[in-house]
Protein backbone atom coordinates (compact mmCIF):
# COMPACT_ATOMS: atom_id res chain seq x y z
CA UNK A 1 0.00 0.00 0.00
CA UNK A 2 1.07 3.06 -0.98
CA UNK A 3 -0.19 6.79 0.16
CA UNK A 4 0.98 9.95 -2.12
CA UNK A 5 0.02 13.46 -0.74
CA UNK A 6 1.24 16.55 -3.42
CA UNK A 7 2.02 19.60 -2.69
CA UNK A 8 3.56 23.06 -4.05
CA UNK A 9 0.86 24.15 -6.82
CA UNK A 10 -0.46 27.41 -6.58
CA UNK A 11 -0.97 30.71 -9.00
CA UNK A 12 1.89 32.09 -11.54
CA UNK A 13 2.32 34.36 -13.71
CA UNK A 14 3.34 33.01 -17.58
CA UNK A 15 6.77 32.37 -17.73
CA UNK A 16 7.49 31.28 -13.96
CA UNK A 17 8.20 28.16 -12.16
CA UNK A 18 7.07 26.06 -9.77
CA UNK A 19 8.11 22.98 -7.95
CA UNK A 20 5.64 20.10 -7.08
CA UNK A 21 6.03 17.66 -4.50
CA UNK A 22 4.68 14.15 -3.69
CA UNK A 23 5.41 12.74 -0.23
CA UNK A 24 5.13 8.95 -0.35
CA UNK A 25 4.34 6.87 2.31
CA UNK A 26 5.16 3.07 2.49
CA UNK A 27 8.51 1.10 2.84
CA UNK A 28 8.50 -0.35 -0.82
CA UNK A 29 8.06 3.03 -2.35
CA UNK A 30 11.35 2.53 -4.35
CA UNK A 31 9.96 -0.57 -5.95
CA UNK A 32 7.11 1.77 -7.84
CA UNK A 33 7.48 4.14 -11.01
CA UNK A 34 6.07 7.77 -10.25
CA UNK A 35 4.05 9.33 -12.69
CA UNK A 36 2.69 13.22 -12.79
CA UNK A 37 -0.76 13.65 -14.29
CA UNK A 38 -2.41 16.96 -15.26
CA UNK A 39 -6.34 17.28 -16.13
CA UNK A 40 -7.57 20.24 -16.70
CA UNK A 41 -11.52 21.53 -16.29
CA UNK A 42 -13.90 19.76 -19.48
CA UNK A 43 -10.32 17.46 -20.25
CA UNK A 44 -9.29 14.24 -19.75
CA UNK A 45 -6.02 13.20 -17.38
CA UNK A 46 -2.69 13.92 -19.63
CA UNK A 47 0.89 12.61 -19.14
CA UNK A 48 3.65 14.78 -17.97
CA UNK A 49 6.37 12.57 -16.64
CA UNK A 50 7.65 9.66 -14.72
CA UNK A 51 10.61 8.34 -13.30
CA UNK A 52 11.85 4.72 -12.46
CA UNK A 53 11.54 3.45 -8.94
CA UNK A 54 15.45 3.79 -9.01
CA UNK A 55 15.27 7.44 -10.26
CA UNK A 56 17.83 6.17 -13.03
CA UNK A 57 15.18 6.65 -15.64
CA UNK A 58 12.70 9.15 -16.78
CA UNK A 59 10.08 9.89 -19.60
CA UNK A 60 8.39 13.32 -20.55
CA UNK A 61 5.71 14.51 -22.81
CA UNK A 62 6.69 16.55 -25.62
CA UNK A 63 4.93 19.62 -24.37
CA UNK A 64 6.97 19.20 -21.52
CA UNK A 65 10.32 18.53 -22.36
CA UNK A 66 13.23 20.51 -21.66
CA UNK A 67 11.07 22.78 -19.30
CA UNK A 68 10.12 20.52 -16.76
CA UNK A 69 12.49 18.25 -14.19
CA UNK A 70 11.36 14.93 -12.62
CA UNK A 71 13.70 13.49 -9.61
CA UNK A 72 13.07 11.45 -7.01
CA UNK A 73 14.73 10.96 -3.35
CA UNK A 74 13.83 7.67 -2.05
CA UNK A 75 15.27 7.86 1.41
CA UNK A 76 12.98 10.61 1.57
CA UNK A 77 10.10 9.02 -0.18
CA UNK A 78 9.75 11.75 -2.19
CA UNK A 79 9.58 12.88 -5.62
CA UNK A 80 9.88 16.25 -7.48
CA UNK A 81 8.52 18.06 -10.59
CA UNK A 82 10.20 21.17 -11.39
CA UNK A 83 8.31 23.40 -14.07
CA UNK A 84 9.49 26.42 -15.53
CA UNK A 85 8.38 28.76 -18.14
CA UNK A 86 4.50 27.57 -17.44
CA UNK A 87 2.19 28.34 -19.90
CA UNK A 88 -1.60 29.33 -19.24
CA UNK A 89 -2.42 26.22 -20.68
CA UNK A 90 -1.00 24.47 -18.27
CA UNK A 91 -3.20 25.60 -15.83
CA UNK A 92 -4.84 22.45 -14.37
CA UNK A 93 -4.96 20.13 -11.24
CA UNK A 94 -1.57 18.34 -10.86
CA UNK A 95 -1.46 13.97 -9.62
CA UNK A 96 1.30 12.48 -8.94
CA UNK A 97 0.56 8.55 -8.77
CA UNK A 98 2.83 5.20 -8.38
CA UNK A 99 2.50 2.49 -10.33
CA UNK A 100 4.39 -0.92 -10.96
CA UNK A 101 6.13 0.86 -14.52
CA UNK A 102 7.12 3.92 -16.25
CA UNK A 103 4.01 4.25 -18.44
CA UNK A 104 2.45 7.73 -20.34
CA UNK A 105 -1.57 5.96 -19.04
CA UNK A 106 -2.78 6.52 -16.35
CA UNK A 107 -4.39 2.87 -16.03
CA UNK A 108 -1.17 1.88 -15.23
CA UNK A 109 -0.74 3.63 -12.15
CA UNK A 110 -2.00 2.03 -8.81
CA UNK A 111 -2.16 4.70 -6.51
CA UNK A 112 -3.14 8.06 -6.52
CA UNK A 113 -2.87 11.67 -4.44
CA UNK A 114 -5.46 13.91 -4.02
CA UNK A 115 -4.06 16.81 -6.58
CA UNK A 116 -2.43 19.93 -6.77
CA UNK A 117 -4.00 22.98 -8.15
CA UNK A 118 -1.23 24.93 -10.63
CA UNK A 119 -2.83 28.40 -12.05
CA UNK A 120 -1.15 30.00 -14.56
CA UNK A 121 -2.00 33.22 -15.03
CA UNK A 122 -1.50 35.24 -18.49
Known amino acids: QVQLVESGGGLVQAGGSLRLSCAAS????????VGWFRQAPGKEREFVATISGSGGSSTYADSVKGRFTISRDNAKNTVTLQMTTLKPAETAVYYC???????????????WGQGTQVTVSS
Open 97 to 111: AAGLRMMPTPSWYRY
Open 26 to 33: GRTFSSYA
